[in-house]
């Protein structure tokens, strides 16, 4: 079906965007594009600016105001911040605040509806509301942790949490920073097929991340980001190669492929033991 929204199916619109975070220039003159149904993955390695793209997207961090620059969200140059962000379900590490430590699951799930930051203590929900973080729960097959306290659970246990979090007021949009970092085999599998099942109900995911192996066979976009700079953007299969990879990473890239999935091995195997 095709889109029939205002803005016409374009989420994201950097043009030439220079941002500073602190007194590092993270972006000079960055331009990004993220489009409805198109999934798309960011890879890059560390300080590469992935998640200062998230901030952009999220109304965090803003650009340097200059004439020919901007970033328009949903279609529109100006934009409220709680607005945009209702349309939004974000999973990162900042998320993994102190405040949230002692809190039931339950409660971190509800948050999602104020895209909290901060307490909890004046925050009225409706029933409807608990209703349905109790069903996202149940589907993410964590209702057991209505009760428990984040501090208590395991990583995993707490990435689905936030997982809930940020889908429990039904975004359109579902974007994933480093979703499977520290999580082992069975629950980084899992993971992955629930990141399947919301791409199948017709959000749009970005990804965000530097491991090659959690990039699902339904995101076809991948963009290569290295010091703030696109190398690469376009079809998976034509970005991710050897060659490319080992110019992102700065080091020898051998990349296996299986089902639709890669994985990035050493390119010089054991040559410099
Ligand atoms: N508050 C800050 N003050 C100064 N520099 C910052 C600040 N926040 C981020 N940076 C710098 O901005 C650059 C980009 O950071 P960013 O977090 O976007 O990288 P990343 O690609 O997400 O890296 P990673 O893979 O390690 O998460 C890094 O060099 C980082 O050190
Ligand atoms: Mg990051």
Not at 19 to 32: A, E, K
């Amino acid at each position: 079906m095709p889109s029939t929204s205002p803005y016409e199916g374009r989420i994201l619109e950097i043009t030439n965007a220079t941002v500073y975070r602190g007194d590092t220039c993270v972006f000079d003159g960055l331009s990004f594009v993220l489009d409805e149904d198109r999934h798309t993955a960011i890879l890059g390695p560390n300080g590469a600016g992935k998640s200062t793209i998230l901030k952009l997207l999220a109304g965090e961090v803003h650009p340097v105001p200059k004439e020919d620059s901007t970033v328009r969200l949903f279609g529109e140059d100006r934009w409220n911040v709680w607005e945009v962000r209702k349309r939004l379900g974000i999973v990162s590490h900042d998320l993994q605040h102190q405040y949230m430590e002692q809190v039931s699951g339950l409660k971190v799930v509800l948050s999602g509806y104020y895209a909290s930051i901060g307490t909890y203590g004046h925050q009225d929900f409706t029933y409807a509301q608990i209703v349905r973080a109790h069903t996202v729960m149940d589907d993410l097959g964590i209702g057991f942790l209505t009760d428990r306290r984040y501090a208590d659970m395991s990583a995993g246990e707490q990435r689905r949490c936030l997982l809930a979090r940020a889908l429990v007021h039904g975004p359109s949009v579902l974007v994933l920073d480093e979703p499977t970092g520290g999580l082992d085999l069975t629950a980084t599998f899992h993971y992955l097929d629930l990141m399947r099942t919301y791409m199948r109900k017709r959000r749009t995911i970005l990804l965000v991340t530097h491991h090659i192996h959690e990039i699902p066979p339904e995101i076809k976009r991948v963009v290569l980001l290295k010091k703030g700079k696109i190398l690469r953007d376009g079809e998976k299969g034509a970005v991710l190669t050897e060659a490319h990879l080992s110019e992102l990473f700065d080091c020898p890239v051998a990349l296996a492929e299986a089902h639709g999935w890669y994985q990035a091995l050493p390119g010089n195997s054991g040559s410099q033991l």
